[in-house]
């Protein structure tokens, strides 16, 4: 430090700076002189006086350029002496350098060229900008390459050494690098500032006796290895988009945990990217499908399988429990894929809020009998949900915010009072024969078609009676129900009776539940002898079953 301070005394900029303000005591005698021409004109005198005054104050200026100078660049000259040998040479040699151009220094040529003090300035203020823009750091070249700035050594050793841990566990033994790796001094304006794990691969993929490989593991499970990392996670990537069903612009991730490390000693065997690729888009667990055999029953099957009829139906749908037949295929469990994505979504959406019913009583209605006096108005919210879908389907719907923006308004109606006559309807519907159940409402896999109610089967003849008491609308013959009779209970409710062999009653009769109304037979679309009964409501078939002695 003793002959950083000795350059300082002798080489500064602060001794040009007082070279030239000697240089100014013979300029100011000169001008003073000259000024002296022609004194008589005062304009004259006025225009050397205010050069004069110009040289002077570029004089200050310099000198507190060059100390400030100075005093910018020591910092870095000393950082750079601590940092590396190579730096401190070079700033002992720009500081050589400028000694020996100061001691050649000729006043003379100052005199000659007046320039000089401007550029020195020039330069200085450029040096000063270039440094506070950029920065001044350690460029780290390993066997010749230069692969970025680090801050002091110091760091870039804690990278090595990491390596070397990484390394020596790989190899299961203690491993010590044996690497080329110099410094430089360098600007850096960031850009050039390392990462750390791009140090460690590439250190690691430029040893000679190991070689760095990767392993993807799923819940802890190793899946495969191979050597570059960056591919590893660009599948990762892939597979998380690709396994995206439905995607509604959420975040992305995956359920279960997907992690690349590097491999310990003989973990796994290399693998190409494609093959690790094929093995998680596979399933973990395959679907379980049972074949139906004779007598077979849906609560038997999920005994069987330990599982529930709940859980089966859900994975059938159209299933009927009453309506398997064998060689029938039913789904006990489903696959399970290897990644399952997980997508959590904002949404915002409105949502009806229901409305409330409240009754009066009139003696103008039936017991049987009810109307709509004020129709209920549904009201509604704005609403702002978190909602986690996993593989597309909704798992989780959070509510964060809920915003009542139009409140609902109650329905209000009429029931009636007065007991209706015996033929009316009583709300309440009795079985239509006494047959055997034969067959259910819903989809019939066997027959491929939807079934509109449900079967009862008898021999030809047997009575069949009213469900309810209502009017007759039609008795007659009617496409594939044959001959069928259908009666309004003129509440909303409709019932049917198809296949008869024999009409007991006509259009426009009112009849009283129990009535018979006709006799059981085969007759239009039918697979033997029973009777097809349907209800209906406001138009649209619903199950019977739902409604018999309910």
Request: charged letters at 20%; glycine letters at 10%; a neutral charge.
């Amino acid at each position: 430090m003793a002959s950083l301070n000795k350059y300082k005394r002798r080489t500064g900029l602060g001794w040009v700076a007082s070279a030239a303000r000697r240089r100014w005591v013979v300029l100011k005698l000169k001008l003073g002189w000259l000024s002296g021409i022609g004194r008589g004109p005062a304009a004259v005198h006025d225009i050397f006086s205010a050069a004069a005054l110009l040289v002077s104050s570029l004089n200050m200026l310099l000198g507190k350029a060059g100390s400030l100078l100075w005093q910018t660049l020591l910092p870095f000259v000393r950082k750079g002496m601590e940092l590396s040998e190579p730096l401190t040479d070079m700033a002992l040699g720009i500081l050589e350098n400028l000694k020996t151009k100061a001691l050649s220094f000729n006043p003379a040529q100052l005199q000659k060229s007046r320039l000089m003090p401007v550029s020195l300035l020039l330069t200085a203020t450029i040096c000063v900008c270039t440094a506070s823009y950029l920065g001044v750091g350690l460029k780290v070249e390993i066997n010749g390459k230069a692969i970025g700035y680090v801050s002091s050594k110091s760091e870039m050793e804690g990278i090595l050494d990491e390596v070397e841990d990484r390394i020596s566990e790989y190899l299961g033994a203690p491993y010590s690098l044996n690497l080329d790796v110099s410094y430089s001094i360098g600007f850096d304006d960031g850009s050039g500032s390392l990462d750390r794990d791009i140090v460690s691969d590439y250190v690691m993929a430029a040893l000679d006796n190991v070689s760095a490989t990767y392993v993807l593991t799923v819940n802890g499970e190793v899946v495969g290895a191979n050597q570059s990392k960056t591919a590893l996670k660009l599948l990762k990537q892939r597979m998380l988009e690709a396994n995206a069903v439905s995607y509604k612009g959420g975040e992305l991730s995956f359920v279960q945990d997907v992690q690349i490390r590097a491999q310990g000693s003989g973990e796994a065997t290399i693998m190409s990217i494609d093959s690790i690729e094929e093995k998680l888009s596979g399933n973990t667990k395959e679907s379980v499908v049972y074949t139906v055999n004779p007598g077979d029953t849906v609560s038997e099957i999920a005994e069987k399988y330990s599982t529930s009829v709940a859980s089966i139906l859900s994975l059938n749908p159209g299933l009927q429990t009453d309506m398997i037949h064998a060689g029938d295929k039913i789904t006990i469990s489903a696959s399970v894929p290897y990644l399952s994505v997980q997508e959590t979504v904002t949404e915002n959406y409105v949502k009806l809020i229901g409305y409330e019913t409240t009754k009066q009583t009139t003696d103008d209605l039936y017991t049987t009998q009810s109307r709509v006096i004020k129709e209920g108005v549904y009201g509604e919210a704005n609403v702002v949900a978190d909602v986690v879908y996993v593989n597309g389907e909704e798992q989780s719907r959070v509510i964060m915010d809920w915003q009542v923006t139009k409140e609902p308004e109650n329905e209000v109606i009429e029931v009636g009072t007065k007991t209706p006559p015996a033929k009316s309807a009583t709300g309440n519907f009795m079985k239509p024969s006494n047959g055997v159940f034969s067959s259910g409402y819903g989809y019939r896999r066997s027959l491929g078609d939807f079934h509109t109610g449900v079967d009862f089967a008898g021999a030809i003849g047997t009575s069949i009676y009213a469900s309810d008491g209502g009017k007759v609308t039609f008795a007659g013959w009617k496409g594939n129900y044959g001959y069928c009779v259908f009666i309004d209970h003129q509440n909303g409710f409709v019932t049917v009776y198809a296949h008869c062999s024999k009409l007991l009653v006509k259009a426009g009769q009112s009849v009283a539940k129990g009535e018979t109304i006709a006799r059981v037979g085969n007759t239009g679309r039918s697979t033997g002898p029973h009777v097809h009964f349907e209800i209906r409501y406001n138009g649209q078939t619903v199950n019977p079953l739902n409604y018999i002695n309910k």
